[in-house]
């Protein structure tokens, strides 16, 4: 039995008792029978109630609680304390203003609670970082001067006091483990309850290659909990009113101020549109390839034909696609290449190149 239900029953029976007792009142005006108009008051009243009551109950509250959500921690409590200090200010003025001739001292005490409420929460929200940061150092027990080896601590420190969210397919990806082993992450690396939950629905899909690639997630989110290189953590967070993952990371970053780390172009560019901080790998896999300039030399291994007649294709230890020109007849032998041309594209970085002379 819902909530929403029994507070249906609850406005059903007291506006269907609030109808009698008007229909009652309403019979000795129309000096009709009593009975009829209780019983029809009655029902009107029952049906009212029945309709009316979640939109005066449950529903506003349902709402609020999803903007709160919304809302991150700090920011919340920034404007709590904004608007106990605007409430305590109009206080102050209530009395003097007060005092003043009809009708200004019956209407400006109301007027200044609402204003500086407002004041109140819009500084309060605004400079929330810096009050934050004014408290922490009045703290007792905190000192003022930076203490040079607590900040070497601190630094040194794995979590380093950033919280990195993980996207579903970055750890199906699989190169989060190794890109976390080299310590480059600075941070706590946390997936959230409900992306766990969409790599288990992907391990147990009926599609096997859904299965694979969702069970190659799970044995990396588990091989990387056992390193302690980067600490892992599982959160029980949610963000209510929100169905879809995506959305879901991108408020619950807004909320923790933390980047998202994934390699999901759509995600990437809902999430920056929004203001939230990205760690994208394949960005990182692209940023890293050995820079080559046309004229060099390399030696490859061409493995297969091009597109184009004549053409071979081989790759580079990072898995950069180099094209060489008439290399189809050095399929399957390490040939001399020289670089003509280097093209940068969505997918990655693609390499040009002709035979020397010696390998034709």
């Given at each position: 039995?819902?909530?929403?239900?029994?507070?249906?029953?609850?406005g059903?029976?007291?506006?269907?008792?609030?109808?009698?007792?008007s229909?009652?009142?309403f019979?000795?005006?129309?000096?009709?029978?009593?009975?009829?108009?209780?019983v029809?008051f009655?029902?009107?009243?029952a049906?009212f109630?029945?309709?009316?009551?979640?939109?005066?109950?449950?529903?506003p509250?349902?709402a609020?609680r999803i903007?709160?959500?919304k809302?991150?921690?700090p920011?919340l409590?920034?404007?709590?304390?904004g608007?106990?200090?605007g409430?305590?200010?109009a206080?102050?003025?209530a009395?003097?203003?007060?005092?003043?001739p009809?009708?200004?001292?019956?209407l400006?005490p109301?007027?200044?609670?609402?204003?500086?409420?407002?004041f109140?929460?819009?500084?309060?929200?605004?400079?929330?970082?810096?009050?934050?940061?004014?408290?922490r150092?009045r703290?007792?027990?905190?000192?003022?001067?930076?203490?040079?080896a607590?900040t070497?601590?601190?630094?040194?420190?794995?979590?380093?006091?950033?919280?990195?969210l993980?996207?579903?397919?970055?750890?199906?990806d699989?190169?989060?483990a190794?890109?976390?082993?080299t310590?480059?992450?600075?941070?706590?690396?946390?997936?959230?309850?409900?992306?766990?939950?969409?790599?288990?629905?992907i391990?147990?899909?009926?599609?096997s290659?859904r299965?694979?690639?969702?069970r190659?997630?799970?044995e990396?989110?588990?091989?990387?909990?056992?390193?302690?290189?980067?600490?892992?953590r599982?959160?029980?967070?949610?963000?209510?009113g929100?169905?879809e993952?995506d959305?879901?990371l991108v408020?619950?970053?807004r909320?923790?101020?933390?980047?998202?780390?994934t390699?999901?172009?759509n995600?990437n560019?809902v999430?920056?549109?929004?203001?939230?901080?990205?760690?994208?790998?394949?960005?990182?896999?692209?940023a890293?390839?050995?820079?080559?300039?046309?004229?060099?030399?390399l030696v490859?291994?061409?493995?297969?034909?091009?597109?184009?007649?004549?053409?071979?294709?081989?790759?580079?230890?990072?898995?950069?696609?180099?094209?060489v020109?008439?290399?189809?007849?050095?399929?399957?032998?390490?040939?001399n290449?020289?670089?003509?041309?280097?093209?940068?594209?969505?997918?990655?970085?693609?390499?040009?190149?002709?035979?020397?002379?010696?390998?034709?």
């Amino acid at each position: 039995m819902s909530i929403e239900f029994i507070f249906r029953i609850i406005g059903m029976i007291l506006m269907a008792v609030l109808g009698v007792l008007s229909g009652s009142s309403f019979s000795k005006i129309a000096s009709g029978p009593p009975e009829l108009y209780m019983v029809v008051f009655g029902l009107v009243g029952a049906l009212f109630g029945l309709i009316i009551t979640p939109f005066i109950t449950t529903r506003p509250v349902r709402a609020l609680r999803i903007i709160l959500g919304k809302i991150s921690t700090p920011t919340l409590v920034a404007g709590l304390l904004g608007l106990l200090s605007g409430l305590i200010f109009a206080a102050l003025l209530a009395f003097p203003l007060s005092l003043l001739p009809s009708p200004f001292g019956d209407l400006l005490p109301f007027i200044g609670v609402l204003l500086c409420s407002y004041f109140g929460i819009m500084v309060f929200v605004m400079r929330q970082q810096d009050i934050f940061n004014l408290l922490r150092s009045r703290l007792p027990g905190k000192s003022t001067e930076t203490n040079p080896a607590q900040t070497t601590e601190d630094a040194d420190s794995p979590s380093g006091g950033r919280t990195i969210l993980l996207d579903t397919s970055v750890i199906i990806d699989g190169r989060i483990a190794d890109i976390a082993r080299t310590g480059f992450l600075v941070g706590t690396l946390m997936i959230p309850r409900f992306v766990l939950n969409e790599l288990q629905y992907i391990a147990d899909s009926a599609d096997s290659l859904r299965r694979q690639r969702g069970r190659r997630g799970m044995e990396v989110l588990s091989q990387m909990q056992k390193e302690t290189t980067v600490p892992v953590r599982i959160s029980d967070i949610d963000v209510e009113g929100v169905r879809e993952v995506d959305d879901k990371l991108v408020i619950l970053a807004r909320q923790l101020r933390a980047p998202i780390l994934t390699n999901d172009y759509n995600l990437n560019r809902v999430a920056e549109l929004q203001g939230v901080a990205v760690l994208n790998v394949n960005e990182l896999a692209n940023a890293v390839k050995s820079v080559l300039l046309p004229g060099e030399s390399l030696v490859v291994n061409i493995i297969q034909e091009g597109r184009e007649v004549g053409q071979g294709v081989a790759y580079l230890d990072d898995g950069t696609m180099v094209v060489v020109e008439d290399g189809r007849s050095q399929i399957n032998t390490q040939a001399n290449v020289t670089v003509t041309k280097v093209l940068q594209t969505a997918a990655g970085r693609m390499i040009f190149a002709r035979l020397d002379v010696d390998s034709r």
